[in-house]
């Protein structure tokens, strides 16, 4: 399976005109943002369990990080409630739930291989912060104001995903739980819509991309 996998082009997905698509495991469905690969891929989504969904005991070889968007997810390492940003490295086994229902955005098999740094982080102060940094990616949340505009230097590619308000980049609006992908050196300026914008932003990460061509392109 290929979605949005030329990752020489600028992507911005609409997640309300986006469908949800069922997974294997009864009550979670997922809107699909990128993704290669079948079951086990590299990919990009936002997932929502059914209240007392889960799934079955699994290892991410190739890491996990996600970012709780509503409810409660659950799994042997915590309970992590709206606004936490999780990140379980290569060779980490988690067994995820939800009995209450939640939803999240989740990137699975985009680590550094030798990564082990599993870590948890509450964002729901709405403050403006670095969430995790290597010399190989920078993940942050923010907080824009009212009307502010943001240069976005994605010079080693760059993901911004809307939490809550609005905003536009390159004449498009972006609304809550979009997702917009910038190419390895994209320079772009975005505007804070007028109640202003809280984002999700990873930058650097797809510099190792820059040589992927898909099959047929």
Same mark, same amino acid.
């Given at each position: 399976m290929?979605?949005?996998?030329d990752?020489?082009q #600028?992507?911005?997905?609409?997640?309300?005109d986006?469908?949800w698509?069922?997974? *294997?495991m009864p009550?979670? $469905?997922?809107?699909?943002?990128?993704?290669i690969?079948?079951?086990?891929?590299?990919a990009t989504?936002?997932? #929502?369990?059914? /209240?007392?969904?889960?799934?079955?005991?699994h290892?991410? !070889?190739?890491g996990?990080?996600?970012?709780?968007?509503?409810?409660t997810f659950?799994d042997?390492?915590?309970?992590?409630?709206?606004g936490?940003y999780? =990140?379980?490295?290569? %060779? %980490? =086994?988690?067994? *995820?739930? &939800?009995?209450?229902?939640?939803?999240?955005l989740?990137k699975?098999h985009?680590f550094?291989?030798?990564?082990?740094?599993q870590?948890?982080?509450?964002?729901s102060?709405?403050a403006?912060? $670095?969430?995790? =940094? !290597?010399?190989?990616?920078?993940?942050?949340?923010?907080?824009?104001?009212?009307?502010?505009?943001?240069?976005l !230097?994605?010079?080693g590619?760059m993901?911004v995903?809307?939490i809550?308000?609005?905003?536009?980049?390159a004449?498009?609006t972006m609304?809550r739980?979009d997702?917009? #992908?910038? /190419?390895?050196?994209?320079?772009s @300026?975005a505007t804070?819509? /007028?109640?202003g914008? =809280?984002?999700?932003?990873?930058?650097g990460? @797809?510099?190792?991309?820059? &040589?992927f061509?898909?099959?047929?392109?």
């Amino acid at each position: 399976m290929m979605i949005n996998a030329d990752f020489s082009q #600028r992507v911005l997905v609409h997640a309300a005109d986006t469908e949800w698509i069922p997974s *294997p495991m009864p009550g979670v $469905d997922r809107k699909m943002l990128d993704r290669i690969g079948e079951e086990v891929a590299r990919a990009t989504s936002i997932v #929502r369990y059914a /209240p007392g969904s889960a799934f079955s005991p699994h290892t991410h !070889d190739g890491g996990e990080e996600f970012l709780v968007l509503e409810g409660t997810f659950v799994d042997e390492y915590g309970s992590f409630p709206a606004g936490t940003y999780v =990140r379980n490295p290569p %060779t %980490t =086994r988690h067994t *995820p739930s &939800a009995p209450g229902g939640a939803t999240i955005l989740v990137k699975l098999h985009q680590f550094d291989p030798a990564d082990r740094t599993q870590m948890s982080v509450d964002t729901s102060d709405g403050a403006s912060r $670095d969430l995790y =940094r !290597d010399a190989r990616e920078t993940v942050r949340v923010e907080t824009w104001a009212p009307g502010q505009a943001v240069a976005l !230097d994605a010079s080693g590619g760059m993901e911004v995903f809307v939490i809550s308000g609005a905003a536009t980049e390159a004449g498009e609006t972006m609304a809550r739980w979009d997702w917009l #992908r910038l /190419p390895v050196g994209t320079r772009s @300026l975005a505007t804070a819509g /007028p109640d202003g914008t =809280r984002v999700w932003i990873k930058s650097g990460h @797809l510099a190792d991309m820059v &040589a992927f061509s898909p099959p047929g392109s």
